[in-house]
């Protein structure tokens, strides 16, 4: 099947986390992406667990994607990036508001020579703004946005995922607004001759988003979304109930139809019958009282007997530790799990060791790149002699 973004050509200026997640989905459906990274490499290389000398994450974050070293602080670098971007569709950076103006890639200077140009910029507070220099990581917009203060338990201080959520909502954002952009430019002449535009996405507003009622909530009842543990502020039944075996089994039985089912199951045809339960409107003013009886009969069975027994009745069920049996399943030699197989999710680590990796839809094609493995390559498809590119190299601008 031919790729949707097959054609696309992107620029990734970014490093670590935003701007590369943001350029992983773009290269997995087909577009052509060159991840210009420092001749250091990007820092992601290094993070977390290390094979081979390369990170794992690294691996994940930028398989499919060509590697070319460029140093940005030189003028001649400077001027590598100008000349690939005349002929690019898209540009992604996450670097400090103001960093690529001062080194003359801002986007008014590449869309001179390509007024088609995308550019997707993804920082802590946007490009403008009483905040706009203040660092901002991921975890400052998961705080800022909401997301922290509303995770964990109401008696306990505010925690974290484990997982860099924030950086991932932007870039989710970010692409989105890719895509919208070029859909307004193709509509209207397309590269050469429709105008481009530039996505601003702050990561704290990226979290924001995600906030559902919480604003206006507060605005008309001054009620503010607290920290509720394993539930959900006014769904109920939505919550984590302990089994025989000394696991946690989440249940979502929120839907009016999946809730009768569920009392039917558990044996309390009383509850199902009951026209107070009928809405979610009635079960949050008793979320307690069905919590104890979900959890009454989830503590007589074993952790698999309830999920089974529970999505035989379509009813919504998984173990809470149900991500660590899957990564035991997937990486065992005896049970690879055939959704994973049948997505390709897996990715080469170098020596023939292939592993598992996470992917979608737009499947993995190509092993991650070496450092600078295609700065040659690539420099000479967009007009370099091998002398000019001997003079780069020797000038240390690649």
């Known amino acids: ?51 081979q000398g390369t990170s794992l994450w690294w691996h994940v974050q930028n398989r499919n994607k060509k590697s070319v070293t460029v140093n940005l602080r030189t003028p001649e670098g400077q001027g590598v990036v100008r000349r690939i971007a005349r002929d690019v569709d898209v540009v992604i950076e996450n670097f400090r508001p103001g960093t690529l103006e001062k080194w003359g890639l801002g986007y008014e200077r590449l869309a001179a020579e390509n007024p088609g140009l995308v550019m997707l910029r993804l920082s802590g507070f946007g490009q403008t703004g009483p905040y706009r220099d203040q660092a901002g990581f991921g975890a400052i917009g998961e705080s800022m946005g909401g997301l922290r203060y509303v995770t964990g338990f109401p008696d306990r201080p505010p925690v974290r995922p484990n997982l860099s959520i924030g950086d991932a909502l932007a870039s989710l954002h970010g692409v989105v607004g890719v895509m919208m952009a070029l859909h307004h430019r193709n509509a209207n002449g397309g590269r050469s001759s429709g105008r481009g535009q530039v996505v601003d996405v702050a990561l704290y507003e990226a979290v924001f988003n995600m906030m559902e009622g919480a604003l206006p909530e507060y605005d008309l009842f001054e009620e503010v979304r607290e920290r509720t543990g394993s539930n ?14 000394a696991q946690h089994v989440v249940i979502g039985a929120n839907a009016d139809s999946i809730f009768k089912r569920l009392m039917k199951v558990i044996g309390r045809e009383d509850l199902a019958d009951d026209p107070s339960l ?35 009745a379509w009813c919504r069920a998984a173990r809470s530790t149900a991500w660590r049996h899957r990564q035991r399943r997937a990486v065992s030699g005896a049970g ?63």
């Open 336 to 398: 690879h799990d055939p959704r994973s197989q049948a997505q390709g999710r897996h990715a080469d680590q170098g020596a023939g060791r292939r592993a598992q990796a996470l992917g979608h839809a737009g499947r993995h094609r190509v092993d991650r790149p070496e450092l600078g493995e295609h700065t040659a390559t690539v420099l000479a498809a967009h007009g370099y002699s091998k002398t000019e590119i001997a003079g780069l190299r020797e000038c240390k601008a690649i």
């Open 232 to 245: 959900l502020t006014g769904i109920v039944p939505s919550n984590t109930y302990l089994t025989r075996d």
């Open 278 to 312: 009928a809405d979610n409107a009635g079960r949050a003013k008793r979320g307690e009282e069905l919590d104890a009886a979900i959890g009454k009969w989830t503590a007589k069975y074993d952790a698999d007997d309830v999920v089974k027994t529970l999505n035989e």
């Open 1 to 51: 099947m031919t790729k949707p973004l097959k054609g696309l050509k992107v620029i990734e200026l970014g490093q670590l986390i935003a701007g590369p997640f943001a350029g992983k989905f773009f290269s997995e459906f087909g577009a052509e992406v060159i991840k210009i990274e420092p001749p250091e490499g990007d820092p992601l290389r290094k993070w977390r667990k290390i094979h």
